[in-house]
């Protein structure tokens, strides 16, 4: 493979997953780590991604990240108009991050009046922009590139909440569940999946039926799984013997 190949490969893993480790590119690609970490680091030099220890992250963390350049985003607009129909007025939701989020406040009718917990600084900005949303957030450890919050701090806060409705995009889901490739991320949607009465996982179809190395939550502890898709589309035959609602 040349090596503009591999490295359109690895971004698209980037861009699919929101972050990819070294180790998983370098098995995938059947190329040393070494290989791997040199690719990064010209495509973060360029600009494409974000270097991280281990791997790489997606550049749509970054708050100004323009959303025109958002991977999928025809497909994610879909989704968050989806996933907006689901909040109504007076409700308190937990919200992560993600450029699906993202298109997701965008589609906030400007009426809603709602309040959101997010442990995602990204999103928290983005929401501060809406004229009648209260937002809090949920402050702990922030990792730097990410622009998440994690730890036992914040972790200890959602115990604390009882949300109606917990929206959450997925790096990975298929017939067993959502998995993801960060053990802190993990704890934190965790949590904010038990702080909720019901949970909405917005995903473009392109990550159904892939997995990662750590579990978030099985299938059944899913109410609703929103698509770009129709819900009577047969993509969704692994899914619907949870119960789940597919929008």
Same mark, same amino acid.
């Given at each position: 493979m040349l090596k503009r190949e591999r490295q359109a490969f690895i971004m698209k893993q980037v861009n699919l997953h929101n972050r990819a480790l070294s180790a998983d590119l370098g098995a995938m690609l059947n190329v040393s780590?070494?290989? +791997?970490? @040199?690719d990064l680091n010209e495509l973060a030099e360029a $600009?494409?991604?974000i270097k991280v220890? $281990?791997?790489?992250? &997606?550049?749509s963390y970054h708050y =100004?990240? *323009?959303? &025109?350049?958002?991977?999928a985003f025809s497909e994610k607009t879909i989704i968050a108009q989806k996933a907006a129909s689901l909040i109504e007025n007076g409700m308190f939701v937990m919200i992560g991050g993600g450029t699906t989020v993202r298109e997701l406040v965008r589609a906030l009718p400007q009426n809603l009046h709602a309040t959101f917990f997010t442990v995602s600084l990204t999103t928290a900005l983005q929401l501060c922009d809406h004229p009648n949303v209260e937002v809090i957030f949920l402050g702990g450890k922030l990792v730097k590139n990410s622009q998440i919050s994690v730890? $036992?701090? !914040? +972790?200890? @806060?959602m115990n604390d909440i009882s949300a109606d409705l917990c929206i959450l995009g997925t790096n990975s889901i298929d017939g067993e $569940?959502?998995? =993801? &490739? =960060?053990l802190? %991320? !993990?704890? !934190?949607?965790? %949590?904010?999946?038990? %702080?909720?009465?019901?949970? %909405?996982? *917005?995903?473009?179809?392109?990550?159904l039926g892939s997995t990662q190395r750590l579990r978030v939550c099985e299938l059944n502890d899913i109410d609703f799984l929103i698509t770009e898709l129709s819900p009577d589309s047969p993509r969704f035959s692994n899914y619907t013997q949870s119960g789940m609602i597919i929008l």
């Amino acid at each position: 493979m040349l090596k503009r190949e591999r490295q359109a490969f690895i971004m698209k893993q980037v861009n699919l997953h929101n972050r990819a480790l070294s180790a998983d590119l370098g098995a995938m690609l059947n190329v040393s780590e070494d290989t +791997i970490r @040199r690719d990064l680091n010209e495509l973060a030099e360029a $600009g494409e991604l974000i270097k991280v220890h $281990g791997g790489a992250l &997606s550049k749509s963390y970054h708050y =100004d990240y *323009v959303p &025109s350049s958002t991977y999928a985003f025809s497909e994610k607009t879909i989704i968050a108009q989806k996933a907006a129909s689901l909040i109504e007025n007076g409700m308190f939701v937990m919200i992560g991050g993600g450029t699906t989020v993202r298109e997701l406040v965008r589609a906030l009718p400007q009426n809603l009046h709602a309040t959101f917990f997010t442990v995602s600084l990204t999103t928290a900005l983005q929401l501060c922009d809406h004229p009648n949303v209260e937002v809090i957030f949920l402050g702990g450890k922030l990792v730097k590139n990410s622009q998440i919050s994690v730890g $036992g701090e !914040v +972790i200890s @806060r959602m115990n604390d909440i009882s949300a109606d409705l917990c929206i959450l995009g997925t790096n990975s889901i298929d017939g067993e $569940g959502i998995t =993801d &490739s =960060d053990l802190e %991320a !993990v704890q !934190v949607k965790k %949590a904010m999946i038990k %702080a909720c009465k019901r949970t %909405a996982i *917005v995903t473009i179809s392109e990550k159904l039926g892939s997995t990662q190395r750590l579990r978030v939550c099985e299938l059944n502890d899913i109410d609703f799984l929103i698509t770009e898709l129709s819900p009577d589309s047969p993509r969704f035959s692994n899914y619907t013997q949870s119960g789940m609602i597919i929008l």
